[in-house]
């Protein structure tokens, strides 16, 4: 069974530039969570779908952060513009059912 | 938010001897997990245990879980170079199925 993907791993931007980020579930789970990892720190959750429905996006940063999932599967995850306090690993998670998440390897964003 | 609380925050032992992390958390759940990062990795499942349940052994690990306290702790028997990594618990007290995360405990193992 295939993992959950990420793209891309590492990516590097100048601050008040845009980005985007990819995730691809693990097939038929229907929650996906993006978390952000400050170095250091436990994962902090930014948003949860339900397939294609927001579950929770209270810790978003809605003024510059944007997520999708329009189809239920994939998910893009955007930053726009990016600061310097973005700086962090963002993984992607997935479930099926039961409580346990399944991770992507995540990716490395530096804002310089 | 952050809920639960990892302890020690780095810990440094010799191939061999046992490694011991505490968690501690502020609020009721439904289960607790702990999960193992490797450097520039995601985050691997490694065993959960349910609120109901007072210990947990998965191969070389065991995990106890003292509600009456809110803590619990990991222990890696026998550790090897491989175990190197960071060790994070995560709680389960929500309708939603979300994970509140510890800061993690960072574990290295010296050959």
């Known amino acids: 069974e295939a993992g959950v993907a990420q793209s891309p791993r590492y990516k590097i931007i100048e601050k008040r530039q845009s980005v985007a980020f990819w995730c691809n579930p693990i097939?038929?789970?229907?929650?996906l969570y993006w978390y952000q990892q400050i170095l250091g720190q436990g994962p902090k959750l930014l948003i949860q779908?339900?397939?294609?429905?927001?579950?929770?996006d209270s810790q978003l940063p809605k003024d510059r952060f944007s997520a999708e999932r329009l189809k239920g599967v994939d998910s893009t995850l955007k930053i726009q513009p990016a600061k310097l306090e973005d700086s962090a690993v963002y993984l992607c998670?997935?479930?099926?059912?039961?409580?346990?998440?399944?991770f992507g390897a995540g990716t490395r964003l530096s804002v310089l | 938010s952050q809920q639960g609380e990892e302890d020690p925050q780095a810990l440094s032992i010799q191939e061999g001897e046992n490694a011991t992390m505490n968690c501690s958390y502020k609020?009721?759940?439904?289960?607790l997990q702990w999960y193992r990062q490797n450097s520039g990795r995601g985050l691997v499942h490694l065993i959960l245990?349910?609120?109901n349940e007072r210990e947990k052994h998965s191969g070389r690990l065991r995990v106890t879980l003292d509600t009456s306290k809110k803590s619990s702790s990991l222990l890696i028997t026998a550790s090897r170079a491989a175990d190197t990594a960071s060790y994070f618990c995560?709680?389960?007290?929500?309708?939603?199925?979300?994970?509140?995360w510890g800061a993690g405990t960072k574990l290295i193992i010296k050959p």
């Open positions: 998670a997935s479930r099926e059912a039961g409580t346990i998440q399944y």
């Open positions: 097939s038929g789970h229907a929650t």
């Open positions: 779908f339900q397939n294609n429905g927001v579950v929770d």
């Open positions: 609020t009721s759940i439904n289960n």
């Open positions: 245990i349910r609120s």
């Open positions: 995560a709680t389960d007290g929500d309708s939603n199925y979300q994970l509140i």
